[in-house]
């Protein structure tokens, strides 16, 4: 039997959403508290489009195919984050521009007792956010508020955190070409502001004692410095970060604190560490085999 002539064609299903295998050593167990999955919950499957990655221990993240995906700067800024806050784990955290949530679920997986919020402008990624903590179990602990960082209103009356993280995009408008793929732009080029706006949010919602970690380009830090001493806030920890032995800092990870509780630290540190993540060769250092092993990922490659 034929299509009868003129009749319309049926249109093709879109192909199902991805569930990504798990590449590890053999015999690695995966560290951390476990995920809850999707618990027979459709919207906790993969729709079109989309495909549900590995993140640390056995955590997964929802992400689009073709979209703002989490990287190296999220691992390293929650790696971080943990080590900042690993004296005195948070009671309360905050990722300031969540996106998707990478950075939000690692300092959640980390710290299996704090309270977590995220705060994100894109509702696509806000929703995909919050759906991943689902998948997680931890949406019990933890939120995504939909809304600007720019604006006080997205934090309660008195709400304060002992840990605040934010990796600002990298691009002022008009210094590049955006992106036309979903997400994408608004995660590199400041549409919402830069690191001056991710820092005054940062000290607007940080608790005494805590710590504030921003992630930025390499070369900018006038800008954190000045950014941060308008707020009194103070660097007390400058990380940058080299991808291959040899070649120029992409990203620095700054770890900022009041200046009333930074200790004897007179004025904002001015010599970064640095952390290689691959040899000449194209290896992972052993400094970066440790971010991942303290990050619940392989430090080693599958075979």
Known sequence: MTRAQGAPERAAAPPPGIVRAARRPPGWVAPGPPPAGARGRADLEPGPGEDLCLLSGDWRI???????????????????????????????????????GSVLMMIAWRFPAAACVGIEAQALSAAMAQRSLA???????CEVRLGDLRDAAMLRAGERFDLVTGTPPYFPRGQGVESEKVQCA?????????????????????AEGGRLILCGAAGEWDRVRAAAAEVDLRVIDWLEVIPREGKAPLVAVWTLARASVSGD????IGTPRSLVVRD????????????????????????
């Open 62 to 100: 929802f992400q689009q195919v073709r979209g703002h995906r989490w990287s190296l700067d999220d691992l390293v800024t929650a790696w971080i984050a943990g080590r900042a806050a690993s004296d005195a784990p948070p009671a309360r955290a905050l990722d300031l521009g969540c996106g998707i």
């Open 135 to 141: 998948w997680n179990g931890a949406d019990d602990r």
């Open 186 to 206: 608004p995660c590199r080029f400041e549409h919402r502001g830069g690191v001056e706006a991710y820092i005054v949010a940062g000290a607007r919602a940080l």
């Open 265 to 268: 630290i007179a004025s904002s």
């Open 280 to 303: 000449r060769s194209g290896a992972w250092t052993s400094d970066f085999a440790r971010v991942r092993h303290d990050m619940g990922i392989p430090s080693s490659p599958p075979r």
